[in-house]
């Protein structure tokens, strides 16, 4: 069935330092991949998405690609702080999305060292 | 945080016990979504709802079940809870005319004994 495959499952960066965060998806026709941020023992928070008909998409420190031919899209966040320590996880849609049934990826615990 | 309230916040309960969990939204949204959160697998998703009495399964419904018999609220039951069923439980909602994009409840943390 469709998959969403999400590396590395940890990343440890000093402050200061890029992350990136890498997802790959089965499904050809989805068209929609959204990253999730979430704190420990908090709801999962968007942070930011991208949408098939564009290949990148920046929000000030972080930044979303995306690859259609080869199936994969790419989280990066600049001069990271300690407060983006969080879990990250990426999706994408089912299909072409009219149910908005995401699938999502195993996740990212990223850590920030001050 | 969207109007999205979810209800127990926890839960112990014990195997072969009903348990059912409530999804109450105050803003209308159509689209409304339960998942499950487990270490190392994500959130995967076992029910969703696309209007009043019309839901659909996900792809772990093995086990649950749903009800919508209203818009602002989306019930997940566990008819006879199992202990591979102790989990994280998110409700999410899909904001019309904005696409496709999921805000997530506060979510229930389960325990079955």
Redesign the interface.
């Known amino acids: ?1 469709e998959n969403v495959e ?1 590396h590395p499952s940890t990343l440890s960066v000093q402050e200061g330092d890029s992350a990136v965060i890498k997802c790959t998806y089965s499904d050809s026709a989805s068209n ?1 991949f ?1 990253w999730y941020k979430q704190e420990l023992g ?5 942070i930011i ?1 991208i ?1 098939s008909n564009v290949g990148e998409k920046k929000d000030q420190r972080i930044a979303v690609t995306l690859n259609k031919t080869a199936k994969h899209f790419s989280l990066h966040i600049t001069e990271t702080q300690p407060e983006d320590s969080a879990v990250y ?1 990426c ?1 994408a ?1 089912q299909g072409s ?1 009219n ?9 990212t615990t990223l850590q920030v060292k001050p | 945080d969207a109007g999205i309230t979810q209800s127990p916040r926890h839960k112990v309960t014990e195997t072969g016990t009903p348990v059912t969990l409530r999804c109450h939204q105050t803003e209308n949204h159509r689209y409304m979504y339960w998942y499950r959160q487990d270490p190392g697998h994500g959130l995967r998703l076992i029910h969703y709802s696309y209007g009043v009495k019309d839901t659909d399964k996900g792809e772990v419904s093995d086990g649950y079940s749903v009800s919508r018999s209203k818009t602002e609220d989306f019930l997940l039951t566990l008819e006879s809870a199992t202990s591979s069923q102790t989990s994280v439980y998110f409700c999410a909602i899909r904001e019309t005319g904005r696409g496709n994009e999921q805000f997530f409840g506060p979510g229930t943390r389960l325990t079955v004994l």
């Open positions: 069935g999400q929609y959204p908090k709801r999962p928070q968007l998405d949408r996880f999706a849609s999305g149910t908005g049934k995401l699938i999502f990826g195993q996740g």
